[in-house]
């Protein structure tokens, strides 16, 4: 397994943009489909971006596709999110996610596709 650490939570006014990061250890890291999920207090887990190997690929949730962008640095180890636009009902926990294996796109969006989670890292958006 690879052990994940996010960054770069916070709070942020309605309208504004933060840049979560997630860094990966482990030599293997550009071999695994990298995945971002959230959860807000009193709801459950829900899939936010994936994005595939090479990083040419990329799949959003409906809610946050336009808004969000999901890139990698395999050189780096790392993942991130870039979130523009914020908007209260984007405030959650943010939970970077990693998957050894390929994953199609019935399946990115379901937690259990996944190996690996960080800790998580908080982001507040007031209105």
């Known amino acids: 397994q690879v052990q994940l650490v996010e960054s770069g939570g916070g709070l942020v006014q309605a309208g504004g943009s933060l840049r979560l990061s997630c860094a990966a250890s482990?030599?293997?890291?550009?071999?695994?489909?990298m995945g971002w999920f959230r959860q807000a207090p009193g709801k459950e887990r829900e899939f936010v971006a994936c994005?595939?190997?090479?990083?040419?690929?990329?799949y959003y949730a409906d809610s946050v596709k336009g808004r969000f962008t999901i890139s990698r640095d395999n050189a780096k180890n790392t993942v991130f999110l870039q979130m523009n636009s914020l908007k209260p009902e984007d405030t959650a926990v943010y939970y970077c996610?990693?998957?050894?294996?390929?994953?199609?796109?019935?399946?990115?969006?379901?937690?259990?596709?996944?190996?690996?989670w960080g800790q998580g890292t908080q982001v507040t958006v007031s209105s």
């Open positions: 996610a990693a998957a050894a294996r390929f994953l199609s796109t019935t399946v990115v969006g379901r937690s259990t596709s996944y190996d690996s």
């Open positions: 482990g030599r293997t890291f550009s071999s695994y489909t």
């Open positions: 994005i595939w190997r090479s990083g040419d690929s990329t």
